[in-house]
């Protein structure tokens, strides 16, 4: 049975519960409700509270829609009622004094998930030293539209106001604030990037950790075609007064109507950064480059195979690769050169491969290549059996977090995933918490990268060949 443990803060005692050596606090506000007056504007402070602060579940979730189709089969998704979304989650030791922090963001493509899912369960991390902590922030349309009036970027400010409370108050939990490390996957790790982009939250930041996360923001212009699509539909301006009058479920409803059939890699535009002088001046991957936060960074074998099901593959033509390469600037030879590292792959396992090394390897590899600052590599190969699905994109989270046995990674892994892996990854991501080296060499003009598998390798990284003559991000 779980027992009490208070803590105080600036803004007012929260009890949480206490389970063997792990103390674990939920649902703490770093930020009022962004609801009523407050939506569509920056995070404003929490107001204090008198007494003590219950803080034994989590707290509301951002909107949202789960995920539909065969995505749903194998991503959950909780949904908790209220206004309070803007919350973080704390797991700490029992003895904590000066340990280190670790940040955690979720993913979900700007537009779904949250740190309330079991798989994100800090308890592994705390056992071995590290005061967790996990957010939520604005998702979808309440998140990052880009209005004429409006903040930008108001899911990246939530993620920056809750990285100044982590850093304010997890002294309190036995954190340590000048040894933070953020860490986020996927649209998670895209939130990662854009922090460590802005001169004022990566002054806060010790380290950080990117998983699959896209690095590039877009103009005002492109990144507010998903707005402006919404807006039509609704027949509204783009500004606050019209999206304010708008509930979030219809908001919600009319983004699913406008994004049906679409994917990660095709289709109806999506949300995404907007380059800003306030929150983003500059796009990520023009900045890590030259920054001296040392970086943990990779991807996934086969990131493309969670959001497209082997039938899907069967159907992309010669032709719709042809248009792709085109549309994305691909040359002949590094279609050819493809071919040539995935021998025996269909042309829409060619696609897939093509379409997010554009998305997300070929860009962590010009940064890795550009930074002196200690960087290392890594990629996850583990096959898994589910649905053809190999190394798909967000398989490696279970291992992360040591939790096999969840339901949200086995729905990816399946029953018998190697435990001995996930033993390897979780200790190499405490390493690099603890002491900024996971275990492998930095990436260095030799390119080495840790290949996680069965069987794990240190090895230079692969198949770069096609991969170098993939062009750059243009906005």
């Given at each position: 049975?779980?027992?009490p ?14 389970d063997?050596d ?5 649902g703490i506000?770093?930020a009022?409700?962004p ?10 402070p929490?107001s204090a509270?008198e007494?003590?602060?219950d803080?034994m579940?989590f707290?509301?979730?951002a909107?949202q829609?789960?995920?539909?189709g065969?995505?749903g ?11 309070d979304i803007l919350?973080?989650n704390?797991?700490?030791p029992?003895d904590a004094?000066?340990?280190p922090?670790l940040l ?6 700007l537009?779904r998930?949250?740190?309330a899912?079991?798989?994100?369960d800090?308890?592994a ?7 967790f902590?996990?957010?939520n922030?604005r ?9 004429d009036?409006a ?6 400010r ?10 304010r ?10 040894q933070i490390?953020v860490?986020g996957?996927s ?5 990662v990037?854009g922090?460590?982009?802005r001169?004022?939250?990566r002054?806060?930041i010790?380290?950080a950790?990117i998983?699959?996360g ?8 492109k ?5 402006a699509?919404?807006?039509k539909r609704?027949g ?5 007064a ?7 479920e ?5 983004r699913r ?6 994917s990660p890699?095709?289709g109806?535009?999506g ?8 929150s983003l001046?500059?796009s990520?991957h ?9 970086l943990?960074?990779g ?8 959001w ?9 033509s010669a032709?719709k690769?042809?248009?792709?390469r085109?549309?994305l600037?691909i040359?002949r ?8 590292a995935f021998?025996?792959a269909?042309?829409g396992?060619i696609?897939?491969?093509?379409a ?14 550009e930074?002196?600052a200690?960087?290392f ?5 583990w ?9 798909a994109?967000a398989l ?7 939790r096999l046995?969840?339901?949200e990674?086995r729905?990816l892994?399946?029953a018998?995933a190697p435990q ?9 991501w405490i390493?690099?918490?603890k002491?900024g080296?996971?275990?492998w ?5 030799g390119?080495t ?6 069987t794990?390798t240190?090895v ?6 096609g991969m170098d ?7």
């Open positions: 049975m779980a027992e443990s208070t803590v105080a803060l600036s803004t007012g005692a929260v009890a949480g519960s206490l063997g792990v103390r674990r606090f939920l506000p770093y009022a409700p609801f009523g007056s407050r939506r569509f504007h920056a995070p404003q929490v509270w007494g003590t602060r803080a579940a707290a509301a979730t909107p829609l789960p995920y539909a065969a995505i089969e194998l991503l959950g998704s909780v949904s908790i009622a209220g206004d919350t973080a704390v797991w700490a029992v004094q000066g340990a922090v955690w963001i979720h993913g979900g493509a537009e998930g949250t740190a899912l079991p798989l994100y800090g308890a991390f705390a056992r071995a030293g590290i005061v902590v996990s957010i922030y998702l979808g349309s309440e998140g990052f539209s880009v209005l009036d903040p930008r970027n108001l899911g990246l939530d993620a920056a106001a809750a990285l100044e409370w982590v850093h108050e997890v002294a309190s939990f036995g954190g340590n604030p000048a490390t860490m996957e649209a998670g790790g895209a939130i990037a922090l460590l982009a001169d004022d939250s002054s806060l010790a380290r950790i998983e699959s896209p690095l590039t923001a877009q103009t005002p212009q990144a507010g075609r998903v707005t699509q919404i807006a609704l509204i301006a783009p500004d606050v019209s999206f304010s009058a708008v509930p979030p219809k908001l919600l409803e009319t109507a406008q994004a049906a059939g679409s890699l095709g109806a535009p949300f995404q950064f907007a380059i800003d002088p306030d001046p500059r990520p023009e900045v890590l480059g030259s920054i001296d936060t040392p943990l960074i991807s996934n074998t086969d990131e493309y195979r969670l497209f099901t082997p039938e899907a593959l069967d159907d992309i032709l690769l042809t248009l792709a085109i549309a600037r040359p030879r590094a279609v050819t050169a493809y071919r040539d021998p025996g269909s042309t396992e696609f897939g491969q093509l997010t090394d554009v998305l997300l390897r070929a860009p962590l590899s010009r940064v890795a290549r930074r002196s200690p960087t590599v890594y990629e996850f190969a096959p898994s059996p589910v649905r053809d699905l190999r190394a994109h490696e989270l279970g291992f992360v977090f040591d046995g969840d339901d990674a729905r892994a399946g018998d001995n892996l996930a033993s390897e990854m979780h200790a190499a390493s690099f918490v002491t080296d996971p275990g060499s930095p990436y260095g003009t390119r990268t840790r290949v996680f598998d069965t794990s240190t230079r990284q692969r198949r770069t060949e003559l993939l062009p750059r991000p243009r906005r």
